[in-house]
């Protein structure tokens, strides 16, 4: 009788027991819904555009020393794109827009405007510095440079391993020799020896920029 009576028991209050627990993880699961923390906002990740830096060179590059009977002092920055200075008793003010193409400024007196196109096998440069129609060509595998500025024809036979080029340019005969190690250059042009150091740059930064160290006759 007793035992009979104990099933009985529990048969009516297991359901009222179940319900109880599942009342109590419904309400624990509603708080737990309460508390949760609101989801974190996606923030777009900002694009940071970097200035355009010749790659694997220092930012700044130096000319001094003389040549042209005159003494020289540029300075050459590889982040702004720009070309300052002295040289052939003037101030240069040059900017180089690789955007557009375009050098402009001034130099040796003059109004700078010349536009460029670069490519791995050839550099060209055309329109007017030194108060004349410029426009010459580098062909980096032949090792030449042909064209004309200051009124008159320009070519070079040069080599960038040996550093030495030869021609001529200005109505004068060109030699120059450049000393990889020290940086200096040495030899002749525009009729007057040429004497200058090159700090973190080489013979092609001197070639394209070719048309500057031309001195007005």
Known sequence: MTHRLL???????????????NATLESAAASADSMRLPALPVFKRAEIVAPRVAPHRPRVATMTGGMNHTPVDLTFDRVEWTIKGAINLSGVDIKIDHDKAKITGGANQSPVDLSFVYSPEKYS?????????????????????????????????????????KG???????????DAPTGKMTGAMNFSPVGVTLTNMDLSDFLQSFFLFLKQP
């Open 7 to 21: 099933a009985v028991i529990l048969a009516v209050s297991a359901p009222s027991c179940c319900a109880a627990a």
């Open 125 to 165: 440069v055309e329109g007017g510095a030194n108060q004349s129609p410029v426009k010459y060509e580098i062909d980096w595998q032949k090792g030449t440079l042909d064209g004309y500025a200051n009124h008159s024809p320009l070519h070079l036979d040069f080599s960038l391993a040996n550093g030495t080029a």
């Open 168 to 178: 001529y340019a200005n109505h004068s005969p060109i030699e120059l020799k450049l």
